[in-house]
């Protein structure tokens, strides 16, 4: 079954304004990871944030993991027009070869 | 340039038809993988090598086959196209246990 899934499925917002996008995912993690997809392009990894980790920050990226709750999620500062994209997490499960599940993506618009 | 490249790009084809799909990756990484991509934007993996070796096989139709003739290259064919088999094809790797996906730029397959 699916493992992650977004919320939003979709965010439209003005730039610069801040971007959220949250993920749920239902069995242990050993680590999460948020991937950029620009419409006609391939996947673009973003950051990844193990499962001992509360909080990681790239650039204007910020994320948050609560494996508690199993959820996360990716903060998006001072948004940008080029920002607009789907964003992915994906999941990561311990144990053997990795495995990495995808969740369903937020359809983020950064309107000018 | 370091990168996954995956040809073809586009693949129009009819009902019945065999293809193949290539993929060459130049980063050193030992493991490859096969990603379907479906209209809602749904990531599915359906193969991962491990140095050459099978190690991830999802539910796929054995129409489909993954070849791997060494660990920098996973080739992936199918035979006898379906119409449900439209979709975009995703190749990326990684090292095992490494921390991030780098992905191809697709091939959208089209069965008419």
């Known amino acids: 079954s699916q493992q992650g899934e977004e919320d939003p499925q979709a965010l439209s917002i003005q730039e610069g304004e801040n971007a959220t996008m949250n993920c749920s995912y239902k069995?242990?993690?050993?680590?999460l990871q948020w991937y950029r997809q620009n419409s006609g392009r391939g996947l673009v990894h973003l950051i990844l944030?193990?499962?001992?980790?509360r909080e990681k920050h790239s650039g204007r990226l910020r994320v948050t993991l609560d494996t508690s709750k199993k959820s996360s999620s990716l903060l998006i500062t001072a948004s940008r027009a080029a920002d607009t994209a789907s964003y992915f997490c994906?999941?990561?499960?311990?144990?053997?070869?990795?495995?990495?599940?995808f969740g369903t993506g937020t359809k983020l618009q950064v309107i000018p | 340039d370091t990168a996954v490249s995956q040809t073809p790009k586009y693949l129009v084809t009819q009902m019945g038809n065999d293809k193949s799909i290539k993929c060459e990756q130049n980063?050193?990484?030992?493991?490859m993988y096969w990603y379907k991509q479906d209209s809602k934007k749904f990531l599915k993996i359906m193969f991962s090598?491990?140095?050459?070796?099978?190690?991830i096989n999802e539910t796929v139709p054995n129409r489909f086959s993954p070849k791997s003739p060494d660990k920098a290259h996973l080739n992936l064919h199918i035979n006898s196209l379906e119409l449900g088999d439209s979709a975009v094809y995703f190749c990326?790797?990684?090292?095992?246990?490494?921390?991030?996906?780098?992905f191809g730029s697709g091939t959208r397959l089209t069965v008419v």
């Open positions: 944030i193990r499962s001992n980790e």
């Open positions: 990326a790797s990684s090292f095992e246990g490494g921390n991030g996906y780098t």
């Open positions: 069995t242990s993690i050993n680590n």
């Open positions: 994906a999941t990561v499960r311990s144990g053997g070869y990795q495995k990495v599940t």
């Open positions: 980063l050193g990484h030992d493991t």
């Open positions: 090598y491990n140095n050459k070796e099978l190690i």
